[in-house]
């Protein structure tokens, strides 16, 4: 398993020098600022890269964004999924939100040490938004029915990308339960991670899709 920045560069060679001296760095600062404030599991540090970054641009190899996309992170915890699809998607505009204002201040710091100009996080409930988006995206936030439940209102209809608006979340384990919790009116796509990304980590990983 490689544990450094290079699995990103394994997946993702089309990007610039700087897009992965982002990359680089970013590592350095989870590693700082997680040992002040606790935004990723301490036992996972070690393994930042795969199972935390690179899981998250499993979305890029799941949807192209085009230009002028809007996205949601909701529950960003400490600015993932959202941080390193900004970076991937330097003319996509991200906004984080989380309840807990701790990790929303550290993600301002890493968004601000990375000089990214297209994401910001604010301390807000997902239910007290008055925006919309083109996508609401999330990773490990809660059940889907409730995951779909808030995010719906905040996703508009204006389409841009070949990919219908919606909800777009990664999930682990045995989702059979969850999926059949949800209403009948919400069809859900589910890919394994493993499928688009090879790393035998992913293999009860999973992006779920949900159409506005």
């Not at 990214?116 to 301390?123: A, K, P, S």
């Not at 999926?179 to 293999?203: A, D, M, W």
Request: proline share 3%; net charge negative; glycine share 6%.
């Amino acid at each position: 398993m490689v544990i450094g920045s290079e699995i990103i560069e394994k997946y993702f060679s089309e990007l610039s020098a700087d897009q992965m001296a982002q990359f680089d760095t970013l590592g350095d600062l989870y590693v700082e600022w997680n040992s002040k404030v606790n935004v990723i599991s301490r036992k996972d540090i070690d393994s930042l890269y795969p199972k935390h970054i690179l899981h998250s641009l499993s979305i890029a190899k799941y949807i192209t964004f085009v230009a002028g996309t809007g996205i949601l992170d909701l529950g960003t915890g400490g600015g993932l999924p959202g941080i390193p699809l900004a970076i991937i998607y330097p003319e996509v505009q991200f906004l984080l939100i989380d309840a807990r204002a701790k990790k929303i201040s550290v993600v301002n710091e890493i968004i601000d040490e990375l000089g990214l100009e297209n994401v910001r996080g604010i301390h807000k409930r997902a239910e007290d938004l008055q925006m919309q988006f083109d996508y609401v995206l999330a990773r490990a936030v809660t059940r889907l029915d409730k995951l779909i439940e808030i995010s719906m209102p905040l996703i508009h209809q204006d389409e841009k990308n070949v990919i219908p608006n919606g909800l777009i979340t990664l999930k682990g384990g045995d989702l059979t339960q969850e999926i059949k919790e949800v209403s009948k009116q919400h069809q859900v796509e589910q890919v394994c991670v493993q499928t688009l990304i090879s790393e035998p980590i992913f293999h009860d990983k999973h992006i779920l899709y949900v159409q506005a």
